[in-house]
């Protein structure tokens, strides 16, 4: 079979497409990437093909326009080209990246969605059965704050106003249908979680599967980063993996992060992609770069500082690591992903306009020294540990090239008690 996989233009968007697609080839299938040219040297190094925008290449799949409806509809035109050369028999697209199943509801093609670590859709079931403490967590907004419960609707909203503006764009019928069938997950959802972590599934969409983490090794020979890893490990110091960068309309915490650690007596591993501030003098014990590997580091390290990315996220809990988490207020996963951890006993966490140096400081200690933090995090390492993972949503992604048609979930075997007579 031949899949076409779509990608927006971030590592970690990219990693799990690839993972999956390394699966799928080395099981004899053809795949074909979709995404921004910026993407095009780590698919090189990966021996994939990446199919260009047209005949004159150019910027797609941007993930800082992610939900834009014009980016939306350049994405469709991306994937159109790509279908005159490359003909799959399934579409892998993306959460939040309407593209491929916009394209997909064109051209009649079975489309898979690859999820995030987190369900970011609401159900007429989890709105009903939310825990007061998720129902009470405020969300920040840039016009606000919100009950997280008002929150995944606005959001919701917000996101098929958009796809609904393609579908005109697009002669395709609008959708005003229910939360649990919105077209947004296509036939076939790879929840990148497990149930300990995302909770019940009785109350995810008929089509969502919990997979576990799909990640992909991005580490490249790095010589600097080598010396100054065995310096680290050799101090004894704890090693911790930030990453203090920009996510959507939320403000990194890079200078806060320099003032509480600049001076500690631990050694910091940074990634600074999208940095939004003046990267300005780094301290000793700190080692920057755009991008630092998870896969070099985190086998090493004491604990992750995230903006509660699913990437570092669940390069953490693959790795039984407690997590720091200051998300931010934009309309991704955040803030989803932070609950689950708070509620999982993994992480602390910071809201952006609470960090501070003292702060920070304070919650890094409690990161450090926090037994049951760590102890939690190893058992939902056990769990990921257990999950399909990348085989295993190759298997439903070859099952969906045959059924060709929406893939629901087989529901969990009844329990019976047993009563004494």
Not at 57 to 74: K, M
Request: proline residues 8%; contains cysteine.
């Amino acid at each position: 079979m031949r899949f076409l996989f779509t990608s927006l233009t971030s590592y970690g968007s990219l990693g799990p497409a690839l993972s999956m697609a390394s699966c799928l080839r080395e099981r004899g299938h053809e795949v074909a990437f979709v995404t921004g040219p910026s993407m095009a040297p780590l698919l090189a190094q990966a021996g994939m093909q990446r199919i260009p925008r047209g005949p004159e290449d150019g910027p797609s799949f941007i993930v800082e326009l992610t939900a834009n409806p014009l980016e939306q509809a350049r994405q469709v035109k991306h994937i159109e080209y790509a279908l005159t050369q490359f003909s799959p028999d399934v579409l892998v697209g993306q959460a939040m990246a309407f593209g491929a199943v916009l394209a997909g509801a064109r051209h009649k093609l079975p489309t898979a969605v690859i999820g995030l670590a987190a369900s970011i859709l609401p159900t007429e079931a989890s709105l009903a059965r939310m825990s007061p403490a998720f129902r009470a967590y405020e969300v920040q907004r840039l016009s606000g704050t919100l009950p997280y419960d008002a929150f995944l609707k606005d959001r919701y909203a917000r996101l098929m106003e958009s796809y609904n503006l393609c579908c005109e764009m697009l002669w395709l019928p609008k959708y005003e249908g229910p939360y649990s069938q919105s077209p947004l997950l296509g036939d076939l959802h790879l929840l990148q979680s497990v149930q300990a972590l995302e909770g019940e599934q009785e109350v995810l969409p008929e089509h969502t599967h919990l997979v576990g983490s799909c990640s992909w090794d991005f580490a490249a020979p790095d010589p600097g980063f080598d010396r100054w890893l065995e310096a680290a490990r050799a101090s004894g110091e704890p090693i911790l993996y930030a990453q203090p960068g920009r996510v959507f309309n939320s403000p990194g915490f890079w200078e806060q992060l320099r003032a509480a650690l600049g001076h500690r007596p631990v050694r910091v591993a940074t990634s600074i992609g999208r940095l939004d501030q003046p990267l300005g003098p780094v301290p000793d014990n700190f080692y920057v770069r755009g991008h630092v590997a998870q896969a070099s580091v985190l086998p090493h390290a004491h604990g992750v500082i995230s903006s509660s990315t699913t990437a570092a996220v669940l390069g953490a809990l693959t790795q039984g690591l407690p997590l720091l988490l200051i998300p931010g207020g934009g309309g991704g996963e955040q803030s989803d992903l932070t609950l689950r951890c708070l509620a999982a006993g993994v992480a602390v966490h910071l809201r952006p306009a609470d960090v501070t140096p003292e702060s920070l400081g304070q919650k890094v200690d409690q990161l450090l020294s926090d037994e049951a933090l760590r102890q939690n995090a190893r058992g939902l390492q056990q769990a990921f540990a257990r999950a399909p993972g990348s085989s295993g949503a190759a298997d439903l992604l070859e099952r969906l090239g045959r059924e060709r048609q929406r893939l629901v979930r087989t529901p969990a075997p009844a329990t019976h008690s047993v009563t004494e007579k």
